[in-house]
């Protein structure tokens, strides 16, 4: 028992510690230029919409055991978001429960399907000056072994740049000897490439692989995962000139 908390505390320890880099990081590029306007005065405040993906009937990818992507795509966008708001950052979420967000009344699965999927385009292109940040888990059944955190930009202006630095983030945090690049979003996901701002997806892990399933699912490797998408959020807002 004593030992576990001390494991606890010291890992509760080194995720501050990793956070406070994170921030530190920002104040001390304080004086580059900000991504996306957040603070201009004559503009509307930067919202980072995060989506948890899917959700309600709709699980998602599934592991070969039966876990859905659905709950454990909640678990880390909470997780992102409050960090963000500790930080200062203004967050919105698509869900917050185990919900789907389309038209319950629709006949088939298929229709509540895209239902859902344009409200949730609709819901993060009505908030003004919002950077989308989609939070998913992969799966590849034919490569049980594949596994890691990988992130996907849109064509937003500044998405490349961003991804760039939190797949950075990730690969530090999460994918230690695994690293992995960001990629551009395919033309397949409809909602990233129907948000006119910004976008981000993060795919967490692979569903199809049977260790990272059971660390996905673990609070602690949710939280890891959550620190290090908002470490990576908060350098790429004031990192670069290019953004
Ligand atoms: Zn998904």
Not at 128 to 137: F, G, T, V
Request: hydrophobic share 45%; proline share 5%.
């Amino acid at each position: 028992m004593i030992i576990l908390l001390r494991k606890r505390d010291l890992f509760l320890s080194l995720l501050f510690c990793c956070f406070a880099v994170g921030l530190g990081t920002v104040l001390w590029k304080g004086n580059a230029v900000p991504a996306f306007a957040a603070g201009e005065e004559d503009g509307p405040p930067l919202t980072v919409v995060i989506d948890p993906g899917h959700g309600g009937e709709d699980g998602g990818a599934v592991s070969p055991g039966g876990v859905s992507e659905s709950a454990i795509n909640l678990a880390v966008s909470l997780r992102v978001s409050d960090l963000l708001r500790f930080a200062g950052q203004r967050t919105a979420l698509i869900r917050e429960e185990d919900i789907s967000v389309g038209d319950g009344n629709l006949d088939t699965m298929r229709q509540r399907k895209t239902s859902d999927l344009k409200n949730r385009v609709a819901m993060v292109n009505a908030v003004e000056n919002s950077l989308l940040l989609s939070i998913h888990q992969n799966s590849l059944p034919s490569s049980p072994v594949t596994h890691g955190a990988q992130v996907f930009w849109n064509q937003g202006e500044g998405a490349q740049a961003l991804a760039a630095v939190m797949q950075d983030a990730l690969n530090m945090g999460i994918n230690a000897g695994n690293k992995k690049n960001p990629r551009q979003i395919p033309d397949s996901i409809y909602l990233m490439k129907h948000v006119t701002g910004p976008g981000i997806l993060v795919e967490c892990g692979f569903l199809s692989n049977a260790a990272e399933t059971e660390w996905l699912q673990s609070p602690v490797y949710q939280t890891r995962l959550a620190a290090a998408i908002a470490a990576g959020f908060l350098r790429g807002l004031t990192e670069g000139d290019d953004l």
